[in-house]
């Protein structure tokens, strides 16, 4: 049955995960009523599985580096990073309990190896200064009353309930993994009260290519690549480090970051080329001479043996079938053709993208409220007044590495310092 109740808060904050509950801690002040309104039943279910369940909540790069992993965007968060950026996020979270360390590719991630640890004392924080989370409360609209105070409307199991409030913030995060809660409907909120939402796309997102050979190297891992992408035989892009093979194409760190550029090409309706570079510390002529060395020094061998000694085993079968030389052909045998054919395929292991995958396994969204519309020091609308942003929810994304949560706690930072004022 439905019910009609009216409630007046000082703020409210739309989403509890990383931005929103930082945002709610920061904005803080005795005399100030604050609410949080979380559409699932449990507060930041994102923030607990990321990075595979051990969060990995920021990164080690200096500020210069950090920021360009945000792409030309990333100017926005200049603001927020220079008041609260990766060393005062864990210092923070020291003053909370949690101690960390740095892995490979400079990532940080709790000692515990466990993001709930995280969501928890933020959780802990927020219940200690008697700050209310309404859990199962989906906000389905917001619009302005003659008093110029907004007017929320929720849904939750019992019904209908309206909220009034003075100040919104709309930490409802971008669209991927739309199970956690992050369904897009914050851009939903935002149009209603006159924001621009530039157009959003999956990022972080895996790659599916033409063909069956992906799918025979399922689970295999390469690690120290350059893969290029490759439009009409022109590079448009490239990124060196790990991928990994899926039951339908790539994915893993740069196929990661490389897929925001794969996505725009594909929706503009270009052939994509993925090109796998095996042996990027050799150039061609290197690479040729390491070859000729090989096979004389082991010409008595097969043509398999030379395969081991530069391939993954589970890479031998799909190369023979491509080069189609026969794996037992004596090394001896092989010719300068068959060198050639071997050579270009380790430098050019080339995949022609079928697609990309949706929303449902995109790390990140790339679009949402455009920048142009926050004022980046403060997070506040410059179309309506009162109305603030924070997070995912916002025209922000970057690649793996820790950047993509320390966005959500900067920018929910500085909307708290504000409103705390
Ligand atoms: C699998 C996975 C792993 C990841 N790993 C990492 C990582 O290790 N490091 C990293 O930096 N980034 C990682 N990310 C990205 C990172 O988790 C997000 O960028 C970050 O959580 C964004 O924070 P946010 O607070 O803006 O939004 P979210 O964390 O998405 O939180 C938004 C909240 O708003 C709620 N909400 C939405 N709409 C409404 C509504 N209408 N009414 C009420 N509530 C609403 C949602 O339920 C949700 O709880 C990962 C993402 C995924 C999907």
């Given at each position: ?212 050979i992906?799918?025979k190297l399922q689970g295999l891992t390469l690690k120290?690549v ?18 990994i093979f ?32 095996l ?22 061998k097969i043509f398999k043996s030379l395969l081991k000694s530069l391939l993954p085993s589970s890479l031998i079968p799909v190369f023979i079938e491509i080069l189609?030389?026969?794996q ?14 071997l050579?270009?395929l380790l430098?050019?292991f ?72």
């Amino acid at each position: 049955m439905n019910k009609q109740v009216f409630e007046q808060y000082d703020i409210i904050v739309i989403g509890a995960g990383p931005a929103g509950l930082m945002t709610a801690i920061e904005s803080f002040q005795p005399n100030k009523k604050i609410l949080i309104l979380e559409k699932k039943f449990k507060p930041a279910l994102k923030l607990r599985i990321a990075g595979k369940g051990r969060c990995n909540i920021t990164n080690d790069a200096n500020f210069k580096e950090f920021i360009s992993h945000f792409g030309k965007n990333g100017r926005f968060l200049k603001y927020a990073f220079s008041e609260f950026f990766n060393t005062d996020l864990l210092e923070y979270f020291n003053k909370l309990g949690i101690s960390f360390k740095l892995e490979r590719g400079n990532r940080y991630f709790p000692k515990s190896d466990d993001a709930n640890e995280i969501a928890e004392v933020l959780i802990k924080k927020i219940n200690s200064l008697k700050i209310k989370i309404k859990t199962d409360s989906d906000v389905k609209e917001i619009i302005k009353n003659e008093n110029d105070d907004f007017v929320l409307t929720i849904k939750n199991s019992e019904g209908i309930l309206t909220l009034i409030a003075k100040n919104v913030v709309i930490a409802t995060g971008g669209k991927s993994y739309p199970g956690t809660g992050s369904d897009g409907s914050g851009y939903k909120l935002a149009t209603q009260l006159g924001h621009k939402i530039t157009p959003i796309i999956p990022a972080l997102v895996p790659i599916e290519t033409q063909g069956n050979i992906a799918q025979k190297l399922q689970g295999l891992t390469l690690k120290n690549v350059n893969v290029e992408v490759r439009c009409e035989n022109k590079k448009i892009d490239e990124e060196f480090g790990e991928m990994i093979f899926t039951d339908s194409g790539v994915s893993g760190p740069i196929i990661l970051s490389l897929s925001k550029t794969i996505v725009k090409l594909l929706i503009k309706g270009n052939t994509v080329n993925i090109i796998i570079d095996l042996k990027p510390a050799l150039d061609h002529n290197t690479l040729d001479k390491r070859l000729i060395r090989e096979i004389k020094n082991n010409n008595k061998k097969i043509f398999k043996s030379l395969l081991k000694s530069l391939l993954p085993s589970s890479l031998i079968p799909v190369f023979i079938e491509i080069l189609g030389i026969s794996q037992n052909k004596k090394l001896s045998e092989i010719n300068s053709e068959d060198r050639k054919k071997l050579r270009l395929l380790l430098k050019d292991f080339s995949f022609e993208v079928k697609d990309y995958k949706l929303f449902n396994k995109a790390i990140v969204t790339s679009g949402g409220i455009s920048i142009k519309e926050i004022n980046p020091q403060t997070m506040e609308s410059r179309i309506v007044k009162n109305l603030f942003f924070a997070g995912e929810v916002i025209d922000i994304d970057a690649d793996t590495g820790g950047y993509n949560i320390q966005a959500a706690f900067s920018t929910g930072w500085v909307a708290g310092q504000y409103l705390k004022k």
